[in-house]
């Protein structure tokens, strides 16, 4: 009997010996960017690196040392004028994964396998680059396929298209829904994004989530095999990059399905991390769900408020999300919970995959897949200079300055025809724009900002409703308000013949274009 306990209190002791609660190792810079610290190699001061909730600095040898559990990601936050060596995919290695037991066993699609004892240093090699303080990234909204033919459609039209419009781009990012529940598709997703040959950050979306997670903590197990930890930051060149998981699953309020929303211990993470960011840099947040102020259903309240009181000492912030297949700017000030010097303003950025690869098929075999609000599908540019952003977004298979789409009558008559309206969908318009219009060369008038359906779009869905042979493709959804759409009226008393409405708008960053289109006027008897 003594025996027996003498080997229990012994094999007690040597589960203690192996149980590891504290991680630590070196940042460096890796001269000869072979993945290893080699001797002569120089450790990097003041570089950020975090467990996934506390974030410390590296000391004057580049070493660092954190608490760690038994679930979690090592990651480091990149400093500017660095680089992370890519994977095969052309994703950024940041980070460790450590789940000594591994992910859940009964997923649908697999997780991260045991990953056993740490090593005694874990360290991150990071190397020099020239960082301007103006900056490009691509932003993809829900490229979100349900199938390789999806997967293809997207490849074919999005990355076909921008890989070829990479110069100035320094990296990119990806808004969420990179898959559309199959996350056997994620392995192909990346296979084709190398393809952009450009660093690439990924957000977890709710269609890359694992439904058989009991808690949200694991509802990121096979993301996390995929693309390593779904709460990160970096910085580059003046600005500071957070990237963020904000879909709580499953929803916490008990009524299925999830909620956008943080847990406590990324809150956490979040203040720790911008507790080492300048006040005077521009942070830009990326995460999947949009914020939804004035509709409580869909977002976490409490979680939402404390995001904002962590940001508002920055006077320059950027939320980006997408999710909504649509585009929309939001601007909250202090009656929306905002307690910082300037409004803070949200770019609910619209998709790659638009109306979810929908309607009529273009003269590559893609389907078109405008949104319900009339804006075509694309992908976003975010403009920086030094802590300062703009925003511009590229239409597939259109010129660079296609901006709007102009809808109004071919033609109208010379009598009782005060009815008829132009409307432009401005793509990226906002209530800070300025929308004009004149007609032949004569004075601006300001046109009237107007939520309804975008007439345009309206038509094409009308359109597979009333046409009677079998349209190829897939019906588009039904027509929702847009927010960015503008209307005037159309003179019909200024002669017979035709006539040119040109429309101009003077955005959010000061910026000028515009576009035209014509219309007719006959006698009518």
């Known amino acids: 009997m003594k025996k027996t306990v003498w080997i229990i209190v012994g094999l007690f002791s ?3 010996s192996f149980a590891q609660t504290k991680v630590k190792g070196y940042v460096y810079e890796d001269s000869n960017k072979n993945g290893k610290r080699d001797s002569k190699e120089r450790g990097l001061v003041g570089v950020a690196v975090s467990n996934g909730q506390e974030v410390v600095l590296t000391n004057d040898t580049g070493l660092y040392e954190l608490p760690i559990g038994d679930d979690n990601q090592i990651f480091v936050i990149k400093p500017s004028h660095y680089a992370f060596l890519l994977d095969e995919f052309n994703l950024p290695k940041f980070y460790y994964t450590y789940k000594p037991k591994g992910s859940p066993t009964d997923f649908k699609y697999a997780g991260v396998a045991p990953t056993g004892k740490l090593p005694k240093e874990l360290n ?28 293809d459609y997207f490849k074919k039209s999005i990355i076909d298209e921008a890989k070829e419009k990479t110069a100035g781009i320094s990296f990119g990012i990806s808004l969420g829904d990179l898959v559309g529940d199959d996350l056997s598709l994620h392995l192909p997703y990346k296979q084709y994004m190398k393809e952009m040959n450009l660093p690439w950050y990924n957000v977890i979306g709710n269609h890359d989530m694992n439904y058989e997670a009991k808690t949200d903590i694991l509802s990121d197990e096979t993301y996390e095999k995929n693309f390593g930890p779904s709460n ?32 406590d211990d990324q809150l956490l993470f979040i203040e720790n991390d911008l507790r080492h960011v300048d006040q005077d840099k521009l942070i830009v947040v990326s995460f999947h769900i949009p914020l939804f102020v004035g509709d409580e259903k869909h977002f976490e309240e409490q979680a939402r408020q404390q995001l904002f009181d962590l940001l508002s000492r920055f006077d320059n912030v950027l939320l980006v999300s997408a999710h909504m297949h649509m585009q929309t700017h939001q601007f909250y000030s202090k009656d929306k919970g905002w307690k910082g010097s300037k409004p803070l303003h949200e770019y609910n950025a619209g998709t790659t995959s638009g109306d979810w690869y929908s309607g009529e098929l273009d003269e590559s075999g893609v389907p078109v897949g405008t949104m319900r609000d009339g804006t075509p599908r694309g992908y976003a540019v975010l403009s920086v200079n030094a802590n300062q952003y703009q925003l511009d977004y590229k239409v597939i298979g259109k010129p660079e300055n296609y901006k709007m789409e102009i809808f109004m009558p071919q033609v109208i008559g010379d009598k009782r025809s005060g009815n008829s309206q132009v409307y432009a ?27 309804t359906f975008d007439p345009s779009f309206y038509a094409k869905v009308q359109r597979w409703d009333l046409s009677d042979t079998l349209l190829e493709g897939r019906r588009p959804s039904n027509a929702v308000n847009s927010a960015h759409l503008w209307k005037g009226k159309l003179p019909f008393h200024i002669g017979l013949g035709t006539h040119t409405v040109e429309i101009r708008v003077k955005d ?8 035209q289109k014509s219309y007719r006027i006959e006698k009518k008897k």
């Open 14 to 16: 040597m589960s203690l």
């Open 124 to 151: 991150f090699g990071l190397v020099p680059q020239k960082e301007e303080s103006s900056f490009k990234a691509f932003l993809f909204g829900d490229p979100q396929p349900y199938s390789m033919q999806e997967l």
């Open 232 to 263: 990160f930051a970096f910085n580059y060149s003046g600005a500071h990059f957070l990237v963020l998981d904000d879909i709580l699953y499953p929803n916490p309020r008990g009524t299925g399905g999830y909620l956008g929303g943080f847990r």
């Open 425 to 451: 969908n401005i793509f990226m318009g906002t209530e800070l724009d300025r929308v004009e219009y004149r007609v032949d060369q004569g004075e601006w008038t300001k046109m009237t900002k107007e939520e």
């Open 508 to 515: 959010m960053f000061d910026r000028v274009y515009t576009d």
